[in-house]
Structures are given as structure tokens and as C-alpha cells.
């Protein structure tokens, strides 16, 4: 199981928002140097605490900053920008990257985004498979192109202004061949989504804010899709993320992960809460979709969704969540705020140098005997 890193990021609104630029590549590069597989940083236009407006460009300043973590959009809200855009820098990150690049993709769920860029009103989720089927024709194409797909509102040429012994009208395509992985990040339980992604060879990242029983529900849907197109679903595609805080201490691990008032996790769910009740998206929380609100409480959402212990306590409530979930390719590690920067580099540490390898020679162990 490959351990990678993601950050929404959530910071408090009081602070610098330089700083926290600066905190959010420091997390990565010591990903880098830890040996994380992938790196994953999110993106929104207008959320004052979610702090990178694009994650691209933010990725682009890791470029000579790291060695070997491949550097994620997580995600490129495709109904933001006209695919032409997303086509042709992500073409350009992926040689600058030289292939240390994987496109995450979304619609864009946060509603002041699209307002501030007039689509409010708009099917963005429409937009959104509009986009991703023009881009990837773009990759796929020579000039001068000529997509009109059927019931698309983006038509992509250089018919009419190609000079092709000038370079004019030629777009670039990726470094990697035929293109990027592209990942998707899955928010819904039993999303139908899911079904689409495996169809297109799309690989799912189920959010750490799911109940273990919720994230579940991913996996047979992402191989219906696969079967659909006569193709064998393979776990190594499946990324599930999980907040996780390891300590040196049980101490530590409770106060810091979840119980004192500076926690940066109880910070982040309260948030997240907060957020998602207002956009009437917080069944996610919920044991059951007929659950009362007034049941659903931080403490327990700390309790659900929050792994926290010593070494040998996060490796097995990692090792109980895969017997939830089945097998996965992938554990993102859900990246903080930096309330103390130490415990939250130390818990980095921890989880690279100590409780990955115990969870992979605990699977490795569970599969000789069987």
C-alpha cells in the first residue's frame, strides 16, 4: 500500500496568508524527502481558510523544490476554466514536472466560486463532462483540431488561423503518453460517479471525511465500471484518504488529534461542519441518511473520522478500516494546519518511517496465510 499526502488546506482565518503558503509547500517537500508516493493540494477561489485559488500553479513552485512525489491537482474544478486552458498548462506542467504530474478533477463544489465567476446558476456538473471529454480530445488530436462534440458547448479549432510551419495553432501534449493519471475525488457515499471513472480509466480518491462504511461503497461501483468495459478493476487505483495524527504518546495523540481546544482537527471538522451543513451536504457525517442532526455531534465526528494513537494504535485502525473497506492502493494522509509545527512534521515522520511499513508487512503477513 502506497502512502500518499493530500491538504484540502484548511488554515484559521487569522492567519498570514503568506505564511501559510509558505507552511503548505513546507509540507510537501518533507513529503518529498519522507517518501511519499503523491501529493495532492486543493483549490478554491474564494474560501479565505481553503488558501491556494490554484493548485497548478501552486505545484509549480515544488517542481525544483522536490525529487521524486508526484505533484496532484486535487482538484482542477473543470467548470471554471474552458478546457482548452486546463489542456494546455496541465501539457505544460506535466514536461516541466517531466511526468511527476496527476490531474485530479472536480466540477467545483464551492458555490461562492461560481458566483464570483458568474455561473452560479449554471449545471456545473454538466460543464464539467463537457470539459473533461474536450480536453482529453485535445490530447488525443493533431491541429487544427476541429472538436465540436455533440451537445457540447465547447468547439475547439485552429482551422481557420493555423500556419503550421510557424508553430502557430499547435497545442501541446502531455509529457506522458497517452496522458496523466486522472483522479476524481469521490464525496458521495454509493456515488454513481464512480461508475463513470471506471469506465474512463479515471481513478477514484474517496474523501477523508467519509465514514469508514461510507468509502466502502466506492469500490463495487468503480468496478462495475471497469467490468462495463470488459476491464478487471484494480485496487493499486483506489485512493482513500483518512486524517490520522501519530504521536510518540497516548497523551499527546488524544490532546493534539482531538480533544484540546488549539487542535488542528477539531479546528478542521468544525469547519468542515459547518460548511457542509449549510450547503446541505453533511449526511456524510450521518450513521444513517434518517439520523437527526442534533445527533451529530464534533466529539463523535472527532471519534469517526479521526485516527489517532502511538505507532502501533494507528497501525491497527488502519488494519481495521481495510477490513471495512477491502483492499486499497493507496492511504492519503490529510494534511493540517501547523498549530505546532513539530508534532505535525513528527506525525508526517511516524507515518512514513514507522506505521506504513507495520501495515504493509501486517497485509503482506494476512495474504501469505491465506
Known amino acids: 500500500m502506497r502512502l500518499g499526502y493530500f491538504a484540502m488546506p484548511v488554515h484559521p482565518l487569522s492567519r498570514n496568508y503568506t505564511e501559510t503558503l509558505k507552511e503548505d509547500r513546507a509540507a510537501i517537500i518533507f513529503c518529498d524527502e519522507l517518501g511519499y508516493y503523491d501529493a495532492f493540494m486543493g483549490e478554491h477561489l474564494s474560501d479565505a481558510a481553503e488558501n491556494i485559488t490554484n493548485s497548478m500553479l501552486f505545484h509549480a513552485t515544488l517542481i525544483h ?54 455561473i452560479l446558476d449554471e449545471d456545473r456538473n454538466q460543464m464539467f463532462a463537457e470539459a473533461i471529454d474536450v480536453i482529453l480530445e485535445i490530447w488525443k488530436r493533431d491541429p487544427p483540431y476541429n472538436i465540436d462534440l455533440p451537445g457540447n458547448r465547447f468547439k475547439v479549432s485552429t482551422e481557420r488561423t493555423m500556419f503550421a510551419e510557424t508553430g502557430i495553432g499547435i497545442m501541446p501534449k502531455p509529457y506522458q503518453d497517452p496522458r496523466p493519471e486522472i483522479v476524481g475525488t469521490v464525496v458521495a ?97 450521518k450513521h444513517s441518511r434518517e439520523e437527526a442532526d442534533e445527533d451529530v455531534t464534533i466529539e463523535r465526528v472527532l471519534d469517526d473520522l479521526v485516527i489517532t494513537g502511538t505507532v502501533n494504535d494507528v497501525v491497527d485502525q488502519i488494519l481495521a478500516f481495510r477490513e471495512v473497506t477491502g483492499d486499497f492502493g493507496e492511504l492519503v494522509y490529510a494534511g493540517m494546519d501547523w498549530v505546532d509545527e513539530d508534532l505535525g512534521r513528527r506525525s508526517m515522520q511516524l507515518m512514513a518511517e514507522e506505521v506504513m511499513p507495520r501495515v504493509n508487512a501486517a497485509i503482506g503477513q494476512s495474504e501469505a496465510a491465506e
Open 65 to 118: 523544490s522536490t525529487k521524486q512525489i508526484k505533484l496532484a491537482t486535487g482538484t482542477t474544478n473543470l467548470s471554471f476554466l474552458h478546457p482548452t486552458l486546463v489542456a494546455t498548462h496541465a501539457a505544460m506542467f506535466d514536461h516541466l514536472a517531466e511526468g511527476r504530474f496527476i490531474m485530479g478533477i472536480s466540477p467545483g463544489a464551492l458555490t461562492s466560486d461560481a458566483e464570483v465567476l458568474g
Open 189 to 285: 457515499p454509493f456515488s454513481k460517479g464512480v461508475i463513470a471513472m471506471g469506465k474512463r480509466d479515471f481513478h477514484p480518491l474517496s474523501a477523508n471525511f467519509l465514514l469508514d462504511k461510507w468509502a466502502a461503497t466506492h469500490w463495487n461501483n468503480y468496478a462495475e465500471g471497469k467490468a462495463e468495459v470488459g476491464v478487471e478493476a484494480d485496487t493499486s487505483d483506489w485512493r482513500i484518504a483518512r486524517t490520522v495524527f501519530v504521536a510518540d504518546d497516548n497523551a499527546t495523540a488524544q490532546s493534539y488529534g482531538k480533544d484540546d481546544a488549539k487542535s488542528p482537527y477539531r479546528f478542521y471538522y468544525n469547519q468542515l461542519y459547518t460548511k457542509l451543513k449549510k450547503a446541505n451536504r453533511h449526511v456524510v457525517f
